[in-house]
């Protein structure tokens, strides 16, 4: 029973069969969208399965293109119990719209906020810093996924009420293994970001996740079915919050 807090489902070439495999690991899973129109047919992989849930998201990296789809957005928002993903995107290729990515972000967080506040899967590469203070004072709770912060910008996430979720790729570099090292055991969740992410260079499938759960049972020194209960806990508290 283990969770993948933050996968593209719909991404994955066979998504139905994904989503079947998942619900026969009795896995939870966070489906995120990268678009609003995606929420409808992302919705449909659920089925009857409690524990795959879908996140209405505007990935940052589309926003650009897909500006058009922001009223959508805020149409879908008021059924959407888990927000993700969303955010902003600093790296090379997305600097450009880095502009509009802000004012998108802003705006949706405000629309958040005023629905009073959601869970929400959050992408915050290569700008954690603008990310955290955008985030300040809205309702909700921020997942931060991916974290590529430093220890500064951790501390100040943890103050916000951040939560984080981990995945493969952090699991094998020194420097994000030393910032794990630093989230409160109680705020971490586990993800894969598949099929986006890839692990010795083919896509990481949710259950993949069994990556990071070793790599916390070495990191915390605790059993893997310690770790598991641990994390499993930390998203009962999660969802009993919000
Ligand atoms: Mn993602």
Known sequence: MAIDF??????????????????????????VTTTPKAWRGTIRLQGKHKRIKTALGFHPQLVEKRF????????????ARYIGEIGMDSSREF?????????????????????????????????????????????????????????????????????????PAMMNRS???EIISLIPKDRILTETDGPFAKFNSRPLFPWDVEIVLKGL??????????????????????????
């Open 217 to 242: 049972s070495d990191l915390w020194k605790l059993k893997l079915v310690e770790v598991k209960e641990q994390v499993l806990q930390n998203l009962k508290e999660l969802t009993t919050k919000m």
């Open 175 to 177: 420097n994000s293994l």
């Open 6 to 31: 933050h996968a593209h489902l719909d991404l994955y070439p066979n998504p139905f069969e994904i989503a079947e495999e998942c619900a026969k690991r009795n896995m939870y899973v966070l489906s």
């Open 95 to 167: 600097k450009d719209s880095f502009a509009l990515q802000r004012k998108v972000f802003k705006h949706i967080l405000k629309c958040v906020d005023r629905a009073g506040g959601r869970i929400m899967s959050i992408h915050s590469r290569g700008c954690v810093k603008e990310v955290i203070s955008e985030l300040k004072g809205i309702a909700g709770i921020p997942v931060l996924h991916w974290f590529t912060g430093d220890q500064k910008q951790l501390k100040e996430a943890i103050d916000i009420g951040c939560w984080f979720s981990v995945g």
């Open 68 to 79: 058009n789809e922001l009223p959508l957005f805020e149409q879908i928002l008021p059924e």
